[in-house]
């Protein structure tokens, strides 16, 4: 499995601001996501991070609240914008490679965790 | 959308004891995923399946993807004080949701000594 690792690990904001979220792989990976966990619930996929295009969007979510950039094949940035305290979750970012697997085998980061005040 | 329902939600045991829980799709899956989540962490794979039937072991963890697709069931064998966490299915229907997890709400377990 590859080793992803995410900053910041937790960050507590003020509402109206606006937090960047990295996830960096050890190794090059074809495809990339991120996931937000609201408190107490399961995970939820907020998009695919495409490298050199747009992020793909799950229903609910949208690019001007979480605007996404994948630079290359190791890196990708989720912003959360004019954030509120409904924002507070734990963001996740997973990764999923065929040199790693040829199946669908996931693999996740540590999480930021973000409260917003 | 594709709705996934675990259960039990929660279970209490004694160490040494079996645990089984499962997971329910509305829809067909092409893979099923059990992650564990520690608190602080993110979600660790445990076991995957790929197809109708599979039954798949990793160590007192045991996994079988159901027969009809819609369903999966995760046992944890002679359990210890270290298997506490939160437990999830995930489901992938693959084709243009390649790479799209659907997960379970959760199973969250607690041990005693």
């Known amino acids: 499995s590859a080793v992803i690792s995410q900053k910041p690990s937790r960050d507590i904001c003020q509402r109206g601001t606006s937090l960047t979220i990295q996830c960096q792989v050890d190794?090059?990976?074809?495809?990339m996501f991120w996931y937000r966990q609201q408190p107490g619930q399961s995970l939820t996929l907020i998009a695919t991070a495409n490298q050199g295009s747009e992020a793909t969007y799950e229903s609910g979510f949208v690019i001007d609240k979480f605007p996404i950039s994948r630079p290359n094949l190791t890196f990708s940035t989720l912003t959360v914008s004019n954030m509120s305290p409904e924002d507070s979750s734990i963001y996740l970012c997973s990764v999923l490679d065929y040199k790693l697997n040829v199946n669908n085998e996931q693999f996740f980061g540590p999480g930021t965790r973000l409260t917003v005040l | 959308g594709q709705q996934l329902n675990q259960s039990p939600q929660s279970m209490f045991i004694q160490e040494g004891e079996d645990v089984s829980m499962n997971c329910t799709s509305s829809s067909i899956f092409n893979t099923w995923l059990w992650y564990k989540q520690d608190p602080g962490e993110g979600p660790v794979l445990l076991i995957a399946?790929?197809?109708?039937?599979e039954l798949t072991s990793n160590g007192r963890l045991t996994a079988q993807f159901g027969i009809t697709r819609k369903d999966s069931f995760l046992n944890i064998s002679a359990s210890i004080p270290s298997d506490v966490g939160i437990y999830f299915c995930?489901?992938?229907?693959?084709?243009?949701?390649?790479?799209?997890?659907?997960f379970g709400q959760g199973t969250i377990l607690t041990v005693h000594p």
């Open positions: 399946l790929y197809k109708a039937g």
């Open positions: 190794s090059q990976v074809t495809m």
């Open positions: 995930a489901g992938n229907a693959g084709g243009t949701s390649y790479g799209k997890l659907t």
